[in-house]
């Protein structure tokens, strides 16, 4: 079954770090786009960066720039959001999913990972 498995969330204190981890099981993850999303406590879900199929290109939610950073690895079939200076407001679920091209709407995605929570609090 295709699917995508995400870790690396947990409980940091605000300006601390987390990598989240994003790898395809079922499918060949270098073929689709991946973005990552997150869902805050009574919030819509919302588009936080994207890095492209080919090339590798970054996209990011402004809220974000300069702190977080979206790559992937090939080799490894696995893709990763690295993200710094962590605020209270980036409290969430995050979750990755796999699609065609970067696009903000989440129903442009084929697949969706199961989410991992992320807790900035001191």
């Known amino acids: 079954q295709a699917q995508l498995v995400e870790s690396g969330g947990g409980l940091v204190q605000p300006g601390g770090s987390l990598r989240l981890s994003c790898a395809a099981s079922?499918?060949?993850?270098?073929?689709?786009?991946v973005g990552w999303f997150r869902r805050a406590p009574g919030k819509e879900r919302e588009a936080v960066s994207c890095v492209s199929r080919i090339g590798g290109s970054t996209n990011y939610v402004d809220s974000v720039k300069g702190r977080f950073t979206a790559s992937r690895d090939n080799a490894k079939h696995t893709a990763y959001l690295q993200m710094n200076s962590l605020k209270s407001e980036d409290t969430a679920v995050y979750y990755c999913?796999?699609?065609?091209?970067?696009?903000?709407?989440?129903?442009?995605?084929?697949?969706w990972g199961q989410g991992t929570p992320v807790t900035v609090s001191s």
């Open positions: 999913a796999a699609g065609v091209d970067c696009n903000n709407w989440y129903g442009s995605y084929d697949y």
């Open positions: 079922g499918f060949t993850l270098d073929y689709f786009a």
